[in-house]
């Protein structure tokens, strides 16, 4: 007696283009065709966001594939598997039967199982004489065979995607991290350039950054870094050569009056003698020269401009500022001093203005500028950092604003 293979479901549920195309698939595997379940299953994890699905129809597919007793799953064997509801549940890690059904019906309309019903829609399996199951009725995993091959291509795709994602993430990082270190070095070098506006673009570039593994969104972000690297690498190449060719010119100044000033008339001993007894003078300390723009450093530290009366338009508006800050802050006079003449004043007041833009996170200013100045004195500290730090700081939460 030849058995009537089910391909409708029973009830009220309907059957839908995408059910027949799944039963049209299954009936077109060839009869020799042949999958590893558990393989499968792999292959449909990892390509799960491709296909539609998430993690609890996969759960129950699992559970599915535990009641079929053989590992490989061939076209040409029964592949009808009827646990019930209950057993299913159990299997499924507990889960509540309202949410089973549900998941259930997901992998049938995605293809992936066929409802084979029985006339009153329960799942059994009837037996011939000789004990072997004639037919059953359940859910048919005959799709995962025939639909094995697509899975792995669509499995490995979605790895090479996310490998892909992974070089480009790194790629953004280097970047990132090459443009920091590199307007850092511009403004430690005190070389001119719009600073503030390269850190705030590049502030922006890394909050566009996408969180998700897209590869598109990530190649316009290392696109964007890598323009923007071109870009500061070129204001420190022509920095760079500014700075050579006012040490050259100094250089040459220097020689020009050495050799004037060296040029001994030999008809004159006396005058050469009482030149070399003289005492050489001593050296006139060396002044430190400020190394960073007063509107970068109001940019970094906007809070000390609501200290100054009249605004601050010149680094001596700043220092001046700074020492009214000094006091309201709790900075002794000693500690004022001594980082005036280890930072020069001009450092010094950028310190004071960085503390008091950070002075809810600082519980000491006293304490942390004599720290700063002790590093300085041991050549362990510079300011670029602290500057590009705020700088960042700011631009983060005007993009938050935003």
């Not at 059994?124 to 859910?139: D, H, L, P, S, V």
């Not at 280097?174 to 502030?203: F, H, N």
């Not at 006396?270 to 300390?285: G, I, L, T, V």
Request: net charge positive; glycine share 6%; hydrophobic share 40%.
């Amino acid at each position: 007696m030849e058995h009537v293979l089910a391909t409708t479901p029973f009830g009220r549920r309907p059957l839908s283009l995408a059910m027949r195309q799944a039963q049209q698939t299954a009936k077109n595997c060839p009869p020799d065709a042949a999958a590893h379940k558990w393989r499968v299953w792999r292959s449909l994890a990892e390509a799960k966001d491709r296909l539609g699905l998430s993690d609890r129809p996969l759960a129950v597919l699992n559970a599915l594939l535990s009641f079929h007793q053989e590992t490989a799953l061939t076209a040409s064997s029964d592949l009808v598997v009827f646990p019930s509801n209950r057993e299913l549940s159990i299997r499924a890690h507990g889960m509540p039967a309202s949410t089973l059904r549900r998941h259930l019906a997901t992998l049938v309309e995605t293809g992936l199982v066929i409802r084979r019903d029985s006339p009153n829609g329960k799942r059994y399996a009837r037996k011939g004489q000789g004990g072997q199951i004639e037919q059953a009725f359940g859910f048919d995993l005959s799709p995962l065979v025939a639909r094995a091959a697509e899975f792995e291509r669509v499995a490995e795709e979605v790895k090479a995607d996310r490998r892909g994602c992974k070089l480009l993430r790194e790629q953004i990082s280097i970047l990132r991290r090459d443009t920091e270190k590199s307007i850092e070095a511009g403004v430690e070098e005190g070389l001119d350039g719009p600073w503030p506006d390269l850190v705030a673009r590049l502030a922006g570039i890394s909050r566009s950054v996408p969180r998700s593994m897209e590869k598109a969104p990530l190649e316009a972000s290392v696109a964007d870094l890598r323009a923007l690297m071109e870009e500061v690498a070129k204001r420190l190449e022509e920095g760079a050569k500014l700075q050579n060719m006012s040490a050259n010119e100094s250089q040459t100044e220097r020689h020009i009056q050495n050799s004037n000033a060296d040029h001994f008339n030999e008809s004159e001993p006396d005058f050469q003698e009482s030149r070399a007894a003289a005492p050489a003078s001593p050296e006139p300390p060396r002044r430190r020269t400020r190394s960073f723009p007063l509107p970068m450093v109001l940019n970094a530290c906007p809070d000390i401009i609501d200290w100054a009366k009249q605004g601050i338009s010149s680094w001596r508006d700043l220092m001046a500022t700074a020492g009214n800050v000094r006091s309201a802050l709790g900075i002794s006079p000693s500690a004022w001093e001594d980082a005036c003449a280890v930072l020069g004043e001009e450092d010094a007041a950028v310190v004071i203005a960085a503390i008091l833009q950070r002075a809810d996170a600082i519980k000491s200013a006293g304490g942390y500028l004599r720290s700063l100045t002790e590093k300085a004195r041991a050549g362990q500290f510079s300011l670029g950092p602290v500057l590009m730090a705020l700088l960042r700081s700011r631009s983060q939460e005007r993009g938050r604003v935003a």
